[in-house]
């Protein structure tokens, strides 16, 4: 979705964060594992790097 925060993480790359401003789906549906996506990044990334959305976790206190 456009403005998610992503981490990129290689072993050449390391790590790198920044926001999905355009994607383009190639292969797959968007959101499911494996699909083949492009979206412009700041820096070099290669094919194997592991691509994550970064979403806020709302936590609850289950204790109370």
Do not use: F, W
């Amino acid at each position: 979705k456009p403005d998610e925060k992503l981490l990129i993480i290689g072993p050449t790359t390391g790590v790198l964060e920044c926001n999905a401003r355009r994607m383009i789906v190639h292969k797959g549906e968007e959101g499911v594992k494996r699909t083949i996506i492009t979206l412009p990044v700041p820096s070099k990334v290669r094919k194997n790097d592991q691509v994550y959305v970064v979403k806020e976790r709302h936590e609850t206190n289950s204790l109370s």
